[in-house]
């Protein structure tokens, strides 16, 4: 499976920015689909994350800001970013979870990564 990232750029705080994530290749269920950010000298944290139900799981610092989204049918996630702060300044990476088979072995995959930078 390969991840497409796209979006990323300079914002300006208060401003909007969208990730969008495409996932081509074979492909069998994706059950989840994720950003996750990480920036300079700091661990990698969950953004958000949204099932193939459509049941969504947030981090709170981006709660009220930040919403995902996805296509089933295109195996798409978008993340609409809203009155960013500086502190938002990270790469962002899509996570994808691909489902396989009756024993629904799990397979994780990881894009490059965009970068956000949100500065006046």
């Known amino acids: 499976v390969y991840l497409e990232e796209s979006g990323g750029g300079l914002a300006q705080p208060g401003g909007s920015l969208r990730l969008s994530c495409a996932a081509s290749?074979?492909?069998?269920?994706?059950?989840?689909m994720a950003w996750y950010r990480q920036a300079p000298g700091k661990q990698r944290e969950l953004v958000a994350a949204?099932?193939?139900?459509?049941?969504?799981n947030y981090t709170d610092s981006v709660k009220g800001r930040f919403t995902i989204s996805r296509d089933n049918a295109k195996n798409t996630v978008d993340l609409e970013m809203n009155r960013l702060k500086p502190e938002d300044t990270a790469t962002y990476l899509c996570?994808?979870?691909?489902?396989?088979?009756?024993?629904?072995?799990?397979?994780?995959?990881w894009g490059q990564g965009t970068q956000v930078t949100v500065s006046p």
């Open positions: 949204i099932n193939s139900d459509g049941s969504t």
């Open positions: 996570h994808v979870v691909d489902v396989v088979g009756v024993y629904r072995y799990e397979y994780p995959y």
């Open positions: 290749g074979v492909i069998f269920n994706i059950e989840v």
